[in-house]
């Protein structure tokens, strides 16, 4: 069974600060993604990694594909309220078309 | 486009009642999947319908879950009788049949059965 382990599952941090978080599995992924989740609303994609050791960014959000396609990482600079939200990561299981999600890291970020 | 719409977006029943949630894709999505998201389990898939067919539903908790789509445009779950323990918030989600596609989510049904 593919696996997605997140972590941390929550973090609390002060505006300005910077984070890391983490999607892990023992398994290998033809890709991942990561959604940002919103209270009262469904997932949001914000970015799809294919190639081990890609790294793409999106403004203050820098995410990285591991060179084993195992693992990723959301790097977010100088985080803002506007960031706070469940960031999950998920990538399609081997056999099929099914989309596996990890558990989620809850953000919060205080003013 | 206006995106994958649920309704209702609360639903508050009573033990036994009946309930059935709905969903429209995204128009030219030809996948689309019924997640279940708890605090304590996280988003769950339930079951995922390619080209209208079912084809996995082994995310299905019990008998009382089942899933239809009678068509390209709308998917129904209903459970029947409902339980406190089926209290969560279900979404619905569309993609294009391609493995890296990303999934288009709706904003939820928020189930509590009392």
Same mark, same amino acid.
């Given at each position: 069974?593919?696996?997605?382990?997140?972590?941390?599952?929550?973090?609390?941090?002060?505006?300005?600060?910077?984070?890391?978080?983490?999607?892990?599995?023992?398994?290998?992924? %033809?890709?991942?993604?990561?959604?940002? !989740?919103?209270?009262?609303? /469904?997932?949001? *994609?914000?970015?799809?990694?294919? @190639? $081990? =050791?890609?790294?793409?960014?999106?403004?203050?959000?820098?995410?990285?594909?591991?060179?084993?396609?195992?693992?990723? %990482?959301?790097?977010?600079?100088?985080? !803002?309220?506007?960031?706070? /939200?469940?960031? *999950?990561?998920?990538?399609?299981? @081997? $056999? =099929?078309?099914?989309?596996?999600?990890?558990?989620?890291?809850?953000?919060?970020?205080?003013? | 486009?206006?995106?994958?719409?649920?309704?209702?977006?609360?639903?508050?029943?009573?033990?036994?009642?009946?309930?059935?949630?709905?969903?429209?894709?995204?128009?030219?999505?030809?996948?689309?999947?019924?997640?279940?998201?708890?605090?304590?389990?996280?988003?769950?898939?339930?079951?995922?319908?390619?080209?209208?067919?079912?084809?996995?539903?082994?995310?299905?908790?019990?008998?009382?879950?089942?899933?239809?789509?009678?068509?390209?445009?709308?998917?129904?779950?209903?459970?029947?009788?409902?339980?406190?323990?089926?209290?969560?918030?279900?979404?619905?989600?569309?993609?294009?049949?391609?493995?890296?596609?990303?999934?288009?989510?709706?904003?939820?049904?928020?189930?509590?059965?009392?």
């Amino acid at each position: 069974t593919q696996l997605l382990e997140q972590s941390p599952q929550f973090l609390s941090i002060q505006e300005g600060e910077n984070l890391t978080v983490y999607c892990n599995s023992s398994s290998v992924f %033809s890709s991942l993604q990561w959604y940002r !989740q919103e209270p009262g609303e /469904g997932p949001v *994609l914000l970015v799809t990694v294919v @190639t $081990g =050791g890609e790294v793409k960014k999106l403004k203050r959000l820098t995410f990285q594909f591991g060179d084993a396609r195992k693992d990723s %990482s959301l790097h977010i600079t100088a985080a !803002q309220p506007g960031d706070t /939200g469940l960031y *999950l990561c998920a990538g399609p299981n @081997t $056999g =099929g078309f099914k989309t596996i999600f990890g558990a989620g890291t809850r953000l919060f970020v205080k003013a | 486009d206006a995106g994958v719409i649920q309704s209702p977006r609360h639903e508050v029943t009573e033990m036994g009642q009946e309930v059935t949630l709905r969903c429209k894709p995204i128009s030219g999505h030809n996948s689309l999947f019924w997640y279940r998201q708890t605090m304590m389990r996280g988003l769950e898939l339930l079951i995922y319908f390619n080209n209208n067919v079912p084809i996995d539903d082994s995310g299905m908790p019990e008998d009382r879950f089942s899933a239809k789509m009678p068509n390209a445009s709308f998917s129904t779950l209903k459970i029947q009788p409902s339980e406190p323990r089926d209290s969560a918030v279900y979404f619905c989600a569309s993609s294009s049949r391609d493995r890296n596609s990303p999934l288009h989510f709706g904003n939820g049904t928020r189930l509590t059965v009392t």
